[in-house]
């Protein structure tokens, strides 16, 4: 009797220890990752988990710039997605390969809640060709760290000092598998957490985005289903030149253009054909001067139509912290254009610029001539209110209104002998300019991110100078777009030794953990 009086003793005990329990079993039932996020809610949680992953991140980092990943090579693309896609799937992402044209790209994706929106972040993997000649290390895509010495010069350090002024010295440190990896940790944080992401999510990893993803359209417009989101993230461009955390609300369009201005037939001897053959490089050079005033503001008429900015835009614009005096003293100029007041409202208007200049020789090849041809590489970078194909044609106006006859490639004979002024105008709109209102959902939603991560409210610029080819989602799709910054404003992007500043990815891997705990 005494003991089956223990044993109910003791069945009751444990009867009541799980009465006791049982509403944390109902919590982690019902709300699992509500439970658990409380592990990542505040700054202090989130660069601690971050600090604790970084030492990988770098490792990783490391070793995904050791893939090329030139764009123009598919076997380059192909060992990018090789590299990048088993890490998606450790990660519980579903990945698929979209082909369009025979071009890859890769969806991953996991619905973490069925009865949640869904956002999705677009990356970029490829990153520009490289001319090993340029850089100061043997090999661009073996990424070195580098500290700055007392003379200003940047020198090779262990590789484990990780000293948030150290910088990883690789092509696609910065632009852009460091911020694509920014978030693939992240999500690797979640996972040792467990803590699950507060929405779903979509990744769309683009290729070609160096070559202005000539294929992004089609693959928008053939799968629309598939990347059907709420809100579009886009993992890539630099800070604001202050470094501070850093949402870009919008990025200008682009289109591109060839002015070829011809002389004569063929190069002539300036001592016996001087006074006497018109030389183009003149004739180009007075074009290009009649395209803009002394202040730098285009005088082509109707170049800024459609472009009106109120005081409250103005306000909103210039609370980002800078000053026009020191950005002109740190790039070495006196004095800058004057389209805009400062230079976030120059932003908000269409550039008209010259990117290359080309006749006949300089330096020890240089030779009495007169040159054949003149040519100027032009760019026009846009915003929202102006259209590229608008602009090209106003500028064909201006060249024709200028007196010049315009062919579509080399005159003809007849062609020499009836026009005095000839030249060609090859142009060709890439992509639309997009910006997302400050005053937005996901404005706020981004805000609330950085502001729980940082406990400081980051930089939010109206556009960035730089173009995007994300235009095709913000029209196909209708999805609002935020830019979210991670590398360092002097990162070489584009350029020899491009890097990317330890304490910016660390502070990248942070952002995203708080993007990805932040409830929409």
């Known amino acids: 009797m005494l003991d089956g009086l223990r044993r109910a003793m003791c069945l009751y005990a444990i009867f009541t220890a799980m009465l006791r329990l049982l509403p944390i079993f109902l919590l982690a039932l019902i709300g699992f990752p509500t439970l658990l996020q409380a592990q990542l809610t505040t700054s202090t949680e989130i660069e601690a988990a971050s600090t604790r992953q970084f030492p990988l991140a770098v490792k990783q980092l490391r070793e995904f710039v050791a893939v ?14 090789d590299w990048v896609t088993p890490y998606l799937e450790r990660l519980g992402l579903a990945t698929e390969v979209i082909r369009i044209n025979d071009v890859p790209f890769v969806l991953a994706q996991r619905i973490y809640h069925p009865d949640r929106k869904t956002v999705l972040f677009y990356l970029q993997i490829d990153g520009q060709p490289v001319d090993v000649s340029e850089w100061d290390q043997i090999d661009p895509f073996t990424v070195t760290l580098k500290h700055k010495n007392s003379n200003g010069e940047w020198q090779e350090v262990e590789d484990t000092d990780l000293g948030p002024e150290n910088r990883l010295f690789g092509r696609s440190t910065s632009d852009s598998k460091g911020p694509a990896l920014s978030l693939l940790n992240a999500f690797a944080i979640l996972n040792g957490e467990g803590v699950t992401p507060a929405y779903n999510v979509k990744l769309i990893l683009d290729f070609q985005e160096e070559m202005s993803s000539p294929q992004l359209p089609e693959l928008v417009r053939t799968n629309k289903n598939k990347l059907a989101a709420d809100r579009l993230v886009v993992m890539d461009g630099t800070r604001h030149v202050s470094n501070l955390p ?117 330096g020890g090849a240089a030779r009495t001539i007169i040159p054949d041809e003149a040519i100027a590489m032009i760019d026009i970078r846009l915003v929202p209110e102006s259209d590229g194909v608008r602009l090209l044609k106003l500028l064909r106006d201006y060249v024709e209104n200028s007196g010049y006859h315009l062919v579509d490639e080399e005159p003809t004979e007849a062609e020499r002998r009836k026009h005095d002024k000839i030249a060609a105008l090859y142009g060709k709109m890439k992509y639309a300019a997009y910006r997302t209102p400050f005053d937005s959902d996901i404005g706020h939603w981004l805000n609330r991110a950085l502001i729980r991560t940082f406990d400081a409210r980051p930089v939010n610029m109206r556009t960035t100078g730089g173009s995007q080819p994300i235009s095709p989602f913000i029209k196909a799709l209708g999805l609002p777009a935020v830019s979210v910054r991670i590398p360092n404003p002097d990162n070489n992007i584009h350029a020899a030794n491009e890097n990317l500043r330890l304490g910016n990815y660390l502070e990248g891997i942070r952002t995203c953990v708080g993007v990805l705990t932040e409830e929409l």
């Open 246 to 362: 850093t949402l870009t609300f919008g990025a200008r369009g682009i289109a591109t253009t060839t002015l070829r201005v011809f002389g004569p037939r063929q190069p002539m001897h300036s001592g016996q054909y001087g006074n006497f053959v018109p030389n183009p490089v003149f004739r180009l050079s007075k074009l290009l001067a009649g395209m803009k005033d002394d202040d730098g503001r285009v005088l082509i008429p109707g170049w800024y139509d459609g472009i009106s900015l109120s005081e409250a835009e103005k306000k909103a614009m210039n609370a980002v912290p800078e000053n026009s005096d020191s950005i002109a003293a740190r790039i070495g100029i006196a004095r800058p254009e004057q389209v805009g007041g400062t230079y976030q409202e120059a932003l908000a208007y269409p550039t008209l610029n010259v990117r290359g200049l080309k006749a006949a020789y300089v």
């Open 68 to 81: 090329p990943n030139d764009g123009h090579f598919p076997e380059q693309i192909q060992a990018n997605i």
